[in-house]
């Protein structure tokens, strides 16, 4: 049996089996459908299309029990083609737009509060990515000497983010010398991106006058760590923990520590979060072993990038694959347009 070629009736019981087992994260028997969503057909009828969904991998059953619980397969076809249309009720429209009309001062406050939001809600996992620089164009450059042997360096990019970077110099700067090399930073650097930087620095100062090379070999030998994003770990916002360990599938001890690993472990979110159509613009699932890392076979990724002038970042949900998907990708998608919004303004 092909995804395309289920019919009504077996549409019918593998959406009722998903919305039972996100309901309850119990194995959902023929007699319960029966019961509960009064399909019209008999005990008999719904066990045989359960054993052909179970057949065709749609579904399956623990050995301690007779009911079936969906597998990733089952979920897909869910997502993809079965659940309700993806829709936000007026209380939670309201919520979140009432959460960011409020005066906020700093864009990573921002972004705190679309990850604060989106758990709150959800009673999910919720991380927001901090925009990749990579592609932000930079605006300004200021050098500032912090003592005889430390330089501050201060990156401004073109929609407002700012980066600031510490290097230690092994030769005494003149104040001179420094803001000579400033405007000629800026001259020659100003309106590329990061990544343009990173690939021609070298070649565009290769003409400095003796006077200024010990200032520029600075940058030639730290240009990857100058204009790079910041470590991984400081790119991530991550919320809501204490209320996914509420959900029945952690109650295992093994599991349990398994959702607190993956929540210290953000390297693991980011490579998800981040690992993206570039040229999607939609809400992203990624479910169980689709997400191809044996720590995340329990659960789903739902995500969509924001934009922030020429850069843009990734907010999303992780939580166990019997999660609420409809609601979820609403959510989603309407706290990054609300943050994109928002960024476009603060500019």
Do not use: W
């Not at 054993?51 to 029990?65: A, K, Q, V």
């Not at 737009?97 to 919720?126: G, H, N, P, V």
């Not at 290769?206 to 204009?227: A, G």
């Amino acid at each position: 049996m092909l995804d395309q070629e289920l019919n009504e009736r077996e549409k019918s019981i593998l959406r009722s089996i998903v919305q039972q087992f996100i309901l309850t994260a119990s194995p959902v028997g023929s007699r319960y459908i029966v019961k509960k969503y009064d399909i019209g057909f008999s005990p008999a009828t719904v066990r045989n299309i359960m054993s052909d969904l179970e057949e065709s991998g749609f579904i399956n059953h623990p050995h301690t029990s007779a009911g079936r619980v969906p597998t990733d397969k089952g979920y897909r076809f869910y997502v993809d083609s079965l659940m309700d249309i993806p829709s936000l009720n007026q209380e939670e429209k309201g919520i979140i737009k009432k959460s960011f009309s409020t005066q906020i001062e700093e864009t990573d406050d921002l972004f705190r509060l679309a990850s604060k939001l989106m758990s709150q809600i959800t009673r999910q996992i919720a991380c927001v990515t901090y925009p990749k620089l990579d592609r932000g164009v930079l605006q300004k450059i200021q050098l500032v000497s912090l003592s005889s042997t430390r330089l501050l360096i201060v990156l401004s990019i073109k929609s407002g983010l700012v980066k600031t970077i510490t290097l230690e110099v092994k030769t005494d700067i003149k104040e001179s010398q420094l803001n000579y090399v400033e405007s000629l930073l800026n001259e020659r650097l100003s309106g590329l991106t990061f990544d343009e930087i990173r690939k021609s620095f070298k070649e565009r100062f290769s003409d400095v006058s003796d006077e200024q090379k010990p200032i520029i070999r600075i940058f030639v030998d730290s240009v990857d760590k100058i204009f790079v994003d910041s470590k991984k770990d400081e790119r991530v916002y991550i919320t809501g923990a204490k209320h996914v360990l509420t959900q029945p599938e952690f109650e295992n001890p093994e599991k349990f520590q398994g959702v607190i690993e993956l929540i210290e472990d953000k390297d693991i979110i980011i490579h998800i979060l981040e690992k993206r159509d570039k040229n999607a613009d939609d809400v992203i699932i990624s479910i169980g072993r689709e997400n191809k890392n044996i720590k995340l076979d329990e659960y789903s990724f739902v995500s969509k990038e924001y934009n922030y002038g020429e850069t843009s970042g990734t907010l999303g949900i992780i939580g166990p694959k019997r999660m609420e998907y409809s609601k979820v990708v609403a959510i989603v998608d309407y706290i990054a347009k609300m943050l994109s919004e928002m960024l476009k303004q603060d500019k």
